[in-house]
């Protein structure tokens, strides 16, 4: 695939997972709304309420970078607020029109990202990154907090697809950023990942063929270990190795202060 290809490839994929969201939310009553997720504190309004608002801020980097400069020094001195998922710009906002705030910033950063050179980098919260990653980190924050919604409501996910290779490949190239993230350096053995994908017909594999350090397993496990929103011991992912086993005690893939992922037994549906 050209840049151009990869690029509108995780633009669609991007809008069909958000789609997915979006229907499951979009004929809640308010009771639904309120449902509490595994996230400490977080109802599911709470969840699309932190969406809405980091879609926002993604949609002013993809638009304006000077202005995005601007907009971020202002979320880190009110940290606490952009992350507590309901700022007051939004709490303010009924369930109607908190979910069209969704629907149009994400929008306009799709757009916007569409609208790019491939290999124009956009500034993000840690280091800029080119469209495709961008889009990327926006498609993993959504599914991954899409889970959370799903399994708040009690309602069975949709069957995994092809679409998680994009989360898989993020949660793979951000082992060196769990450790830098936490003032650490990585350990030096490489670690493999073979995955097996969705449809039953592929491996995904990362890292050199030889190296004895592994993750093996469900695609989906990896993606949900790797965003944080299961424990490798609830998964059925197989982990050999000091560093792949030190990895996974660590890992995270999205940008922000390091979190811990959660303890085992926690955090199920």
Known sequence: MSSREDLE????????????????????????????TVAEGWTVR?????????????????????EFRA??????????????GLPPEIAALSNAELLERWRSTRDTTIDAVRAKDPDDRIAWVGPSMKGRAFLTARLMETWSHGRDIFDALGQPPPPASERLRHIAHLGAVTRAFAY??????????????????????DLWTWGPADATDRVTGPAEDF????????????TALV???????????????????????PAPGTRLP
């Not at 907009?71 to 606490?80: G, Q, R, T």
């Not at 993606?223 to 609830?234: H, T, W």
């Open 46 to 66: 709470h969840t699309i309420g932190h969406l809405a608002s980091s879609e926002e801020l993604a949609a002013v980097a993809a638009t304006d970078e000077e």
């Open 71 to 84: 907009v971020l020094a202002d979320v880190i001195e009110n940290l606490e607020e952009f992350e507590s």
């Open 239 to 261: 982990v050999e190795g000091d560093a792949a086993s030190d990895w996974m005690t660590i890992v995270q893939c999205f940008a922000g202060p390091a979190t811990d992922p």
């Open 223 to 234: 993606c949900l270990v790797v965003s944080q929103r299961r424990n490798v011991a609830d």
């Open 180 to 201: 830098a993230n936490r003032g650490r350096e990585a350990p030096g053995a490489e670690v493999r990942i073979e995955l097996d994908a969705p449809s039953g017909g």
């Open 9 to 36: 490839a995780v633009a669609d994929d991007l809008e069909a997972e958000e789609q997915i969201l979006d229907d499951l939310v979009a004929d809640l009553d308010d009771d639904g709304w309120d449902a509490m």
